[in-house]
């Protein structure tokens, strides 16, 4: 997928500002990525999920988490409550998804984005 230096100049570019986005928002960077590698680079779905994991777990949560912390602004007890759940919904979504067209999978990434959306504007505004 990096055939070009623009088309790599193009993702670094994206992923940097993905980054800043994630860590600002607290919202995995998967929200904001996958799309973008799919409507701007022409990933499948499921390609553009799997990047995302790859990419956006390790660094960008872990280094976005030890700001937060040094800030006192994580709960350490509900963090740790949720990882179980994180860690087998993630498997399962996992498997989930493999059974999915990338047409299905796309319409129902879009409507979950929708519905957070959606509900993050009514909820500010209701405030």
């Given amino acids: 997928m990096l055939e070009s230096p623009a088309r790599f100049g193009s993702i ?3 992923a940097c500002v993905v980054g800043v986005m994630s860590g600002l928002f607290g919202v995995g960077g998967g929200v904001l990525l996958v799309p973008l590698l799919v409507l701007l680079f022409g990933f499948e779905q499921h390609r ?4 995302s994991l790859i990419a956006l777990v390790p660094p960008s ?3 976005a988490f ?3 912390y040094r800030a006192h602004e994580v709960d350490v007890q509900v963090g740790l409550l949720i990882i179980p759940g994180v860690f087998l919904g993630g498997l399962l979504g996992g498997k989930l998804a493999a059974r999915l067209s990338p047409q299905r999978m796309r319409i129902v990434f879009a409507a979950l ?3 957070a959306g959606s509900w993050q ?3 500010a505004w209701a405030k």
């Fill in 12 to 14: 670094f570019g994206v």
């Fill in 48 to 51: 553009a999920q799997g990047t």
């Fill in 61 to 63: 949560g872990l280094l």
């Fill in 66 to 68: 030890l700001v937060y």
């Fill in 113 to 115: 984005l929708f519905v």
């Fill in 121 to 123: 504007v009514v909820s």
